[in-house]
């Protein structure tokens, strides 16, 4: 026998055993019990946002969704756009398609949003305009529909979204605060904000309602405002004894930022302090503008960012965390390029690759959550 055979038929052997090695590791590797299922051996929750599309035409993305979220929200589908594209026509299609999915896996769905200056129809900023009567009219109207339509099988609902302003040297400042300027603002005052709690508790006395904000997780100074700014609105809805049961912070972080856990961890108590629960709700982070050569490097500083972030957020009393999406493929901070790098590089900002695969954010997330904090 030839030295060669053995050899090449060797290395053909020893490539088909390496490789099916590696592809046996891959595949346990993702098999292994996914964050959903760590974080509920630990107390917590986690859950990731989702869009009906593709949890319906991308087996790849299915696949990851049911092995890692234990909660879904919808990233589109249940906002004012999507549920009442026309005034009085409804069109539950999209919404739907993530709740049957979520249903027949057994995985509960969270509400995104009831209330909220984006994913408007044109109809309603028309509406809105029209005054109060017509404003309050044309929520509770739609509250009227979607509450119950959903009652059953979303428990847990933003009624308002992104209520607080932005502050100077913030992203997108606005006005002088603390309220966002808003068409909703416009039609009905202040005053929104209690209503659409009100309206949201007189349907359903179960339902948990959120306030869900974002730009109050950093350590600058118009995060300082912000925090400021969001604990007013909240002891002000208390006051007026608003039914609020929880915020959710929305931690789109960015690397770009300092972050301070101190601040972040007094801010989270702080809130239960108040009786509040708070949920991170739509984690994701957008690198700094100069990133380090290569994923390797890029996925580890990502990773040690949020394993910071989360630490914090869990000593202040979090215990249900959501990404923005699990994959960096279909984040929005690949697909809007209001966010996206311009570098010509794609931000790998959620605990899942291109491809799908765990990267160091997924396992830093799974040792906090997982109970190995
Ligand atoms: O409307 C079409 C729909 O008809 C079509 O069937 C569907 C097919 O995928 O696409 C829909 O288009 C877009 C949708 O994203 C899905 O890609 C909408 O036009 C577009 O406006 C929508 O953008 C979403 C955006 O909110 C506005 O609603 C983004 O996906 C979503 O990531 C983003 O999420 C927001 C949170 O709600 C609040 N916090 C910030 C976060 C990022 O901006």
């Given at each position: 026998?030839?030295?060669?055979?053995?050899?090449?038929?060797?290395?053909?052997?020893?490539?088909?055993?390496?490789?099916?090695?590696?592809?046996?590791?891959?595949?346990?590797?993702?098999?292994?019990?996914?964050?959903?299922?760590?974080?509920?051996?630990?107390?917590?929750?986690?859950?990731?946002?989702?869009?009906?599309?593709?949890?319906?035409?991308?087996?790849?993305?299915?696949?990851?969704?049911?092995?890692?979220?234990?909660?879904?929200?919808?990233?589109?589908?249940?906002?004012?756009?999507?549920?009442?594209?026309?005034?009085?026509?409804?069109?539950?299609?999209?919404?739907?398609?993530?709740?049957?999915?979520?249903?027949?896996?057994s995985l509960p769905v969270?509400?995104?949003?009831?209330?909220?200056?984006i994913a408007m129809p044109?109809?309603?900023?028309?509406?809105?305009?029209?005054?109060?009567?017509?404003?309050?009219?044309?929520?509770?109207?739609?509250?009227?529909?979607?509450?119950?339509?959903?009652?059953?099988?979303?428990?847990?609902?933003?009624?308002?979204?992104?209520?607080?302003?932005?502050?100077?040297?913030?992203?997108?400042?606005?006005?002088?605060?603390?309220?966002?300027?808003?068409?909703?603002?416009?039609?009905?005052?202040?005053?929104?904000?209690?209503?659409?709690?009100?309206?949201?508790?007189?349907?359903?006395?179960?339902?948990?309602?959120?306030?869900?904000?974002?730009?109050?997780?950093?350590?600058?100074?118009?995060?300082?405002?912000?925090?400021?700014?969001?604990?007013?609105?909240?002891?002000?809805?208390?006051?007026?004894?608003?039914?609020?049961?929880?915020?959710?912070?929305?931690?789109?972080?960015?690397?770009?930022?300092?972050?301070?856990?101190?601040?972040?961890?007094?801010?989270?108590?702080?809130?239960?302090?108040?009786?509040?629960?708070?949920?991170?709700?739509?984690?994701?982070?957008?690198?700094?503008?100069?990133?380090?050569?290569?994923?390797?490097?890029?996925?580890?500083?990502?990773?040690?960012?949020?394993?910071?972030?989360?630490?914090?957020?869990?000593?202040?009393?979090?215990?249900?965390?959501?990404?923005?999406?699990?994959?960096?493929?279909?984040?929005?901070?690949?697909?809007?390029?209001?966010?996206?790098?311009?570098?010509?590089?794609?931000?790998?900002?959620?605990?899942?690759?291109?491809?799908?695969?765990?990267?160091?954010?997924?396992?830093?997330?799974?040792?906090?959550?997982?109970?190995?904090?």
């Amino acid at each position: 026998m030839s030295l060669a055979a053995p050899a090449p038929t060797g290395r053909r052997l020893l490539g088909g055993a390496v490789l099916a090695a590696l592809l046996a590791r891959a595949a346990a590797a993702q098999t292994s019990p996914g964050l959903g299922t760590l974080a509920r051996q630990h107390g917590f929750i986690f859950g990731a946002a989702v869009q009906a599309e593709w949890l319906q035409t991308n087996p790849l993305f299915a696949a990851a969704v049911a092995r890692e979220a234990a909660l879904l929200v919808p990233e589109w589908e249940a906002k004012f756009e999507a549920l009442q594209p026309q005034e009085g026509r409804f069109n539950f299609g999209p919404l739907d398609g993530i709740l049957n999915w979520g249903q027949a896996r057994s995985l509960p769905v969270r509400g995104h949003t009831l209330v909220w200056h984006i994913a408007m129809p044109p109809w309603l900023r028309a509406a809105l305009a029209d005054g109060p009567a017509r404003a309050r009219t044309v929520m509770q109207a739609h509250f009227d529909t979607v509450l119950p339509r959903t009652r059953a099988r979303i428990r847990d609902w933003d009624v308002v979204n992104e209520a607080v302003a932005n502050p100077l040297g913030s992203d997108n400042p606005s006005a002088s605060g603390p309220l966002r300027p808003t068409p909703w603002l416009a039609a009905l005052g202040p005053a929104y904000v209690p209503l659409a709690f009100r309206l949201a508790r007189e349907r359903d006395p179960t339902l948990r309602l959120t306030l869900n904000d974002y730009g109050v997780e950093e350590d600058t100074p118009a995060a300082d405002i912000k925090r400021q700014w969001l604990l007013a609105l909240l002891r002000s809805l208390q006051d007026q004894r608003v039914p609020i049961d929880a915020v959710g912070i929305q931690a789109h972080l960015q690397m770009q930022n300092p972050f301070s856990a101190d601040k972040f961890t007094a801010f989270v108590r702080t809130l239960r302090g108040m009786g509040l629960a708070v949920l991170i709700t739509e984690l994701d982070v957008r690198e700094p503008n100069r990133v380090a050569d290569g994923f390797a490097a890029r996925d580890e500083a990502v990773a040690a960012w949020v394993g910071r972030f989360l630490t914090a957020a869990v000593e202040g009393g979090v215990r249900t965390v959501l990404t923005w999406g699990l994959m960096d493929r279909y984040s929005w901070l690949v697909m809007d390029p209001g966010v996206a790098r311009r570098d010509g590089l794609h931000h790998r900002g959620l605990p899942l690759d291109w491809e799908g695969n765990r990267k160091p954010m997924w396992r830093v997330m799974a040792r906090i959550l997982g109970g190995q904090g």
